[in-house]
């Protein structure tokens, strides 16, 4: 595959379009999902669980539903409402462990508070945990052989491939330590031979962190969390952040239009790691259907 397009925000820097490479992406997933059914008799499947009404969370997990019917993977949509006790919510887990036509499972985090997050995800089979999170997934690729891998990382990796960036040998900052992004990002870019450092609440020095990356994964959650002029000349700089301003517009984590000055590569947000995150999830899911199978892929 070429690199996509190419676009420069107005500061200078190529744009990485997230939109662009992930509509590649479901493509490819839709051509290996058509191929699972035509060789298995059935469409690889995808439960989404949603416990509660969290807005942003209600607004991923329709984009979920309906990306995979546009991929020709059978949607199985599992809505609780947020006083679901915790045993009912394990009690359907076990219940998709259990079913044939169910090749992955997501649980869409957060779960309401009071239900022990790391009870129902532990419940997962680990050869449907098409979100990676897993201990069983999570300890493979930290031991550099990688099954199911956690969306959004493996959306930065795939884009920057996509784009030729170069991670062997380049010096990563990631900004953030989550179980979901920061941690499992920190293991892909070890995987791909960068020397890696992961920034947290307990980080002395940040801005001198951020200036020595040439490539930056922002995974905060808090709006132009990083100043642009903090970015590297010539860095390649993934914003994983979707923040809502006062005004009602989305942002990253990274000062877009000053970072945009600097660096030689840098995702919008929107269109960046979003759709990124959502393709890869449907790639997993039929990853997860051909590895059930029996397939090697
Ligand atoms: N909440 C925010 N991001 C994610 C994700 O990638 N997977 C799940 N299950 N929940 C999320």
């Not at 590649?24 to 839709?30: F, H, K, S, T």
């Not at 009071?114 to 532990?122: A, F, K, Y």
């Amino acid at each position: 595959m070429g690199a996509p397009g190419e676009q420069r925000a107005a500061g200078g820097a190529r744009i990485l379009d997230g939109k662009a490479v992930a509509a590649r992406v479901r493509a490819q997933v839709a051509e290996r999902a058509a191929a699972f059914a035509a060789r298995f008799g059935r469409r690889p499947g995808l439960a989404v669980v949603q416990v509660g009404e969290d807005a942003a969370s209600s607004v991923y997990v329709r984009n979920k539903r309906k990306s995979s019917l546009e991929a020709g993977i059978e949607s199985f949509a599992h809505d609780l409402p947020a006083s679901t006790p915790e045993g009912e919510i394990l009690a359907l887990v076990q219940k998709l462990n259990a079913d044939p036509r169910v090749d992955g499972i997501l649980v869409q985090l957060p779960l309401p508070k009071g239900v022990d997050t790391n009870r129902i995800m532990d419940a997962v089979d680990p050869a449907k945990d098409v979100d990676g999170f897993h201990p069983v997934n999570t300890g493979l690729l930290a031991q550099k052989r990688p099954r199911l891998r956690p969306c959004t990382p493996f959306g930065v990796i795939r884009l920057a491939q996509e784009y030729g960036i170069e991670l062997t040998g380049a010096r990563a900052c990631v900004v953030g330590a989550s179980n979901i992004v920061g941690r499992p990002m920190a293991l892909e870019l070890l995987l791909a031979r960068a020397t890696v450092t992961v920034c947290h609440t307990g980080t002395r020095d940040l801005r001198a962190e951020v200036e020595r990356a040439e490539v930056v994964v922002a995974a905060v959650g808090k709006e132009d969390f990083i100043p642009g002029d903090w970015i590297r000349p010539g860095a390649a700089v993934f914003d994983v952040g979707i923040n809502r301003t006062a005004a009602g517009k989305l942002v990253g984590d990274v000062e877009f239009e000053r970072a945009a000055e600097r660096a030689a590569w840098i995702t919008p947000v929107p269109g960046g790691l979003g759709p990124m995150t959502i393709a890869m999830l449907l790639s997993n899911a039929v990853d997860a259907a051909y590895l059930r199978a029996g397939v090697h892929i």
